[in-house]
């Protein structure tokens, strides 16, 4: 796998005018630094190649990050900008997988909960955080920041980020041109709620974003993803059921710890199931009854107005 061209491109563009440079201690954050070894796709990087073929290695951590400089690109407040980062503090090894395995496929939420525990905890953050005068309740609840997270249809940095990566890795449609485009055509409007949210000043660049978008959902609810997403949350669970590690497990360690344990597990089913996990081609794909999944639509702003009526 290559060394991340578009996500750095990316990257480069968010940072083209100005790098804020507070962030630099937290991204030595240890809770943060967990999410370096947790991938973006919810595990599937370690998947059979022939199912998912994924252009770029991303991970939690690089989300986190862009998510941050974009939130910074539309605000340029700290608070906000540092919520974004932590956002996905609380994502377990295998992300959405073991929303699978709790059985949360519309929302996709049932690990959130653990945000604020992992952030009290690390003891480096705290001493961050005193050392700018900001408490840990500015940043802890990143949803009361409408650019960094809003509710469908809206537009937000956590969902823009992730189409823009999922684009890059997944369905390899977002080219640097597009990247490009997009970065060059944000604007912040006032949404009909009074909210800030991110949109965009033309209809082609929002046009480019929501045909991304559901190039991505169509991939999200195919019969080959669900199954994966359902076959390594079997394994998860079994792991879980046998002892083999615990539920807190999911938190602390990271994917490539996990998939370690998982490999030298003496236990059949997990064996069996793993070597699937991995080997299947898909043809061999087989016909499953798709559980009701979140749909990822957006319905993004454009010149402070609906693209979609």
Known sequence: MNKKPYYNYYLNLLQENESPKFLEKYLKTPCLLRLQKVGYLCGMQYASKDIYNFQEDISRYDHSLSVALLTWKC?????ATLAGLFHDISTPCFSHVIDYMNKDYKNQESTEEYTEN???QDTYLQKCLKED???LEDIMDFKKYSIVDNNR???????LDGIILTGIAWTKTMQK??????MEDIEVYKNGEGEQEIGFKSKLVANLVLDTNENIDIYCHSQEDNYMMELLANIT???ILSNTISYDDLYTLNEENLMQILKNSQKEIISKELKIFETIKKEEIPQINMPVIKKRNINPLVGGRRLID
């Open 75 to 79: 605000t340029k407040d700290l608070k």
């Open 118 to 120: 992992i952030l009290k």
């Open 133 to 135: 005068n900001i408490f």
């Open 153 to 159: 249809p809206k537009l937000c940095a956590d969902r």
């Open 177 to 182: 041109e597009a990247i490009k485009a997009i």
């Open 237 to 239: 669970r079994n792991a």
